[in-house]
């Protein structure tokens, strides 16, 4: 039954049959969608969104501040003109009509609300401002608007009220209509011009961050072109000392430390090859020899001569885990005490006691790994006393929070110049001879990278005569 489409896995539903439903791509949620976006599009709409909040807030306060100074100067005038006819009025040197040449209109009120004195072609019997609006918004005299249509004047007036003496009112009212349009037409060019101005705007944002992102897209192709066999390749690093230029510097550094990490591989392997070559060849060079003639070969000869090689083999596998080891976790297995007077003594007494001596031995523990710190003093010995002419010394001192041993032999020694070159991987200085004593060259690659894991150091000096190593360790606190 559920394998009536065997090319349909899983259990067959409606939304697998028709390839219609919700497809099950992207989310579709606003915020989705804005992550979707590219980088240019998101900054320059955010740009374009903050500049078009500044705008319209800037044209708000503009218009506001604009309507506010435009009614003061009409304010300004007719108080002026009120604080005349006051004073006139107070003198009792007022005649109607009022003699006012600006085109303020003036009505004068006595106490009783009638009008009594009123400039050229003003209203005599409505007071431009009612009683009730007088009691309500002007009770003590100021600035008010009043519709100038019932007095044959098209659009609104601006009016003040004055008190005078003996219960006398002072209206006087200037037309608003040219303020207010003049306000509309700043209205108008806003309007018009701020949405233009914020296209402008955006499209500057657009091209400059276009420009700003362009570095970023010559890094992302740089990165494109550089594979993984490309060597020597960088990124394009661009001119402005910028974010971008820092990050083009360390991905380049870092592309140079791959570099040189993958050519120390490639190295690696090649020598590592070149090595195993040798005693194969030799394995399988004894082999076709005896199975050519069979009837007259020392069979236990050929075999101990492949066992030889054999045993070759298996250290140069041993040596290279090691160091593999090492170099992937670059810490020791384990951290605990290491009594490294006992480790010294115990590993000293595996050789010719003829040969190998223990001279001063300090107490001293240390840090780490038994076992990765006894190889380190194997393999010192071994080189010791493969060189040794006649005798190899141990000496462990423990003194400033460090302990240190020197492994000496009165052997040939190694020239000054090539004192550090050996504890690189393979480096051998008398290939004949380690070939014969099947020496790799690794042995003091093993040491600096078990020492130097274990937060210590290690170097070799002249002895006069021969060579010795000396390796630091911190003492374990306490
Ligand atoms: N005590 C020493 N006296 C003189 N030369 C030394 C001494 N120790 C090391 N060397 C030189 O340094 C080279 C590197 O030593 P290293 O221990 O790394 O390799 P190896 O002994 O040749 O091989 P392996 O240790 O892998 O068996 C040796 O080949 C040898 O030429
Ligand atoms: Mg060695």
């Known amino acids: 039954m559920a394998a009536d489409r065997p090319g349909a896995p899983g259990p067959p539903g409606p939304a697998r049959d028709t390839g219609r439903y919700p497809p099950p791509g992207p989310s579709r949620s606003p915020l989705a969608w804005w992550r979707r976006k590219s980088l240019r599009f998101r900054l320059t709409a955010t740009a374009s969104a903050a500049l078009a909040l500044a705008l319209a807030a800037a044209a708000l306060l503009l218009i506001t501040v604009l309507g506010r100074a435009l009614i003061g100067s009409i304010d300004d005038v007719a108080y002026q ?3 005349e006819v006051v004073a006139l009025a107070d003198d009792g040197r007022l005649y109607d009509p009022i003699a006012v040449t600006d085109g303020t ?48 004047i098209p659009g609104p007036l ?24 003049s306000l509309t037409t700043t209205i108008h060019m806003l309007l018009v011009g701020t949405p233009i101005l914020l296209v402008l705007l955006a499209g500057a944002s657009w091209v400059i961050i276009g420009r700003t992102l362009r570095p970023i897209a010559a890094l992302r192709r740089g990165a494109a072109e550089i594979s993984g066999t490309a060597r020597s390749r960088r990124l394009p690093v661009p001119e402005a000392h910028d974010e971008v230029h820092e990050l083009a510097t360390t991905l380049n550094d870092m592309l140079a430390r791959l570099e040189a990490a993958d050519a120390s591989q490639r190295g690696l392997i090649s020598d590592a090859a070149h090595e ?26 050929t075999a101990e001569g492949v066992l030889e090689d054999t045993l070759r083999l298996s250290r140069l596998a041993e040596g290279l885990l090691t160091l593999a080891r090492l170099d992937e976790r670059r810490r020791p297995a384990r951290w605990e005490p290491v009594d490294l007077a006992e480790l010294t003594g115990a590993t000293a007494a595996r050789y010719d006691p003829d ?21 380190v003093l194997v393999n010192l010995l071994d080189n010791a006393v493969r060189h040794a002419a006649s005798r190899v010394t141990v000496e462990l001192r423990a003194a400033g929070g460090r302990a240190t041993v020197t492994v000496a032999d009165d ?27 099947g020496g790799a060259g690794l042995g003091l690659a093993i040491v600096r990278e078990t020492v130097r894991a274990h937060g210590g150091s290690v170097h070799l000096e002249a002895a006069s005569p021969g060579l010795r190593a000396v390796v630091r360790l911190p003492l374990a606190p306490g």
């Open 105 to 152: 209109i003036i009505q004068v009120l006595d106490a009783q609300g009638r009008i009594t004195h009123v400039t050229l072609g003003a209203d005599r019997l409505v007071p431009l401002v009612s009683a009730r609006a007088m009691r309500w918004r002007a009770p003590d005299g100021g600035a008010l608007f009043v519709d100038g249509r019932p007095y044959g």
């Open 411 to 437: 052997g040939p020694g190694i020239p000054e110049a090539d004192r550090e070159r050996v504890f690189n991987r393979f480096t051998r200085l008398d290939s004949a001879r380690s070939r014969d004593d």
């Open 158 to 181: 601006r009016a003040v009220v004055l008190r005078a003496d003996h219960g006398r009112t002072v209206i006087a009212a200037r037309p608003f209509k040219d303020v207010s349009d």
């Open 276 to 301: 195993l070559r040798s005693p194969l060849a030799s394995i399988r060079l004894q082999l076709e020899v005896a199975l050519g003639h069979p009837d007259g070969q020392d069979w236990p000869e």
């Open 355 to 375: 040969v190998v001596k223990v001279g001063a031995v300090d107490p001293a523990v240390v840090r780490g790994d038994a076992l990765d710190l006894g190889r």
């Open 81 to 83: 003109r009120a604080r």
